[in-house]
Each structure stands twice: as C-alpha cells, then as structure tokens.
C-alpha cells in the first residue's frame, strides 16, 4: 500500500489549461515534496513543503507552479497553464517526520500529458 | 552541486544470475544513499538506504549495496535475480537542510530478466 495515495493516476489535457494534482498521505506528517519524471528522462525535485510552507524549490517551478496544503490534509500541486513540456509522471512524496534520516516515501504518480 | 551517475542504461541478466547495478556519486560532504526500485507504472519505493555506519547495507526483496567513499560508489547486488526483479533502478543522493531532504536521481538503469 502507498505512503501516500495520488489522484488523478492520469490525466489528459489541453495546452494553456489548468491543472491539479492531489497527494493525500496516509498518516499526518508535516514534509511533503513533489518531483517529476519526464518520460525516459530522471526523476528531478521540484519543491518541498514543510509546515505549510515552501521550504526549498528548484529552478524549474516556476510562476506557472503552486502548492498548498488548504485543508490540512490533501497536499496540492498546481499548474496554471499546462505548457506540451510539462508532460510529466508527477510524484508525490512524503518524508519520514525525523528529516535528518532523509528518507521519502512516493506515491505512485500521476501522469499529466499535455496536448 | 550534487549529481548521480548510473553507468549502464540497460542490464540484461538471466533468473538465477547475480547482479550488480553501478552507481558513482558526486557530494560535498558525507552522502546519504538510495536505491529506489520502479516496476512499470508503479511509484519509487526503497530498497535500502546508506546514512552511517556499517558500509554494507541490506536492503528488502534481498539487495544490498556497498559504500565506498575511495570510489565515490554505491553499488547495488543481488546474488540470484528473479523474474519480478525486472524493473528501473534508481540511485539517489540527500542533501539535507533546514527543513527536508532534497534527493538527486540517476538516470536509472533498466534491469531485464531472461528466463
């Protein structure tokens, strides 16, 4: 069973639309992150979320990208307006709550295809 | 900055063989090391991870991997491969700061499995 469960699995979309990809963990944790996966490329970090907060972020989320956790619960990532790049296997993770041990535990991603 | 090599793209071992999947690194400081394991349209879930301590670490589904800081490698090993082994393997470098813990991929390596 996932650490955290991820919705959509899949989701198809048109070029210059929005787009919410949902993370929901299992059990209450406060570090959260998402990464992508560009199809046959490695999986890069895009942001990490601690205490409802961006702690850190990498130079591809960009303006075009929020997060937010808006009910304390699901863990959201937002892309305003979908760009063909953006196709991607996005993954949610969730850290371990003892940070130092630097462990994350992934969803089982969400696929964005862009058209 | 941080970067991860995993030499071969593509490994092809018979069910029985032993295995080992090559990883160099390159970190600042002293690393903390993953081995995630992908099976098609599945998530990352980890094998086993290095943080301190003794070099040799075991891991689930009979992996273990071997730090060598001379070598800057974390080499992945499993002594009789299985047909599930069948899968993308990513190794992974933290970076750990202030509040989480910021994983660097490889590019992966595709592990095929002959009968």
């Known amino acids: 069973e996932p650490e955290v469960t991820q919705t959509p699995s899949h989701q198809v979309t048109q070029m210059g639309q929005e787009v919410i990809l949902r993370c929901v963990p299992i059990s209450n944790h406060l570090y959260f992150y998402w990464y992508r996966q560009i199809l046959g490329q490695k999986v890069e970090f895009l942001v990490s979320?601690?205490?409802?907060?961006?702690?850190?972020k990498s130079e591809i989320f960009d303006d075009q990208f929020s997060v937010e956790r808006p009910d304390g619960s699901n863990f959201t990532l937002k892309i305003r307006s979908t760009k063909l790049e953006d196709s991607a296997m996005y993954f949610c993770?969730?850290?371990?709550?003892?940070?130092?041990?630097?462990?994350?535990?992934f969803g089982e991603g969400s696929r964005l295809t862009v058209l | 900055a941080q970067s991860v090599t995993q030499p071969d793209i593509h490994i092809t071992v018979s069910e029985g063989a032993s295995l080992e999947l090559r990883c160099n690194y390159s970190y600042g400081a002293t690393p903390y090391l993953f081995w995630y394991v992908q099976s098609p349209g599945q998530g990352l879930q980890l094998l086993l991870k290095y943080f301190s301590g003794d070099t040799l670490v075991q891991g689930i589904k009979g992996f273990e991997a071997e730090f060598k800081r001379s070598q800057s490698s974390f080499n992945l090993r499993k002594p009789s491969v299985h047909w599930s082994d069948a899968a993308e393997y990513f190794c992974?470098?933290?970076?750990?700061?202030?509040?989480?813990?910021?994983?660097?991929f490889g590019g992966g390596t595709r592990l095929m499995v002959k009968p």
């Open positions: 979320f601690y205490n409802n907060e961006i702690s850190e």
């Open positions: 993770a969730r850290g371990t709550g003892i940070e130092k041990t630097g462990e994350l535990f």
């Open positions: 992974a470098v933290g970076h750990m700061y202030n509040a989480g813990n910021m994983l660097t």
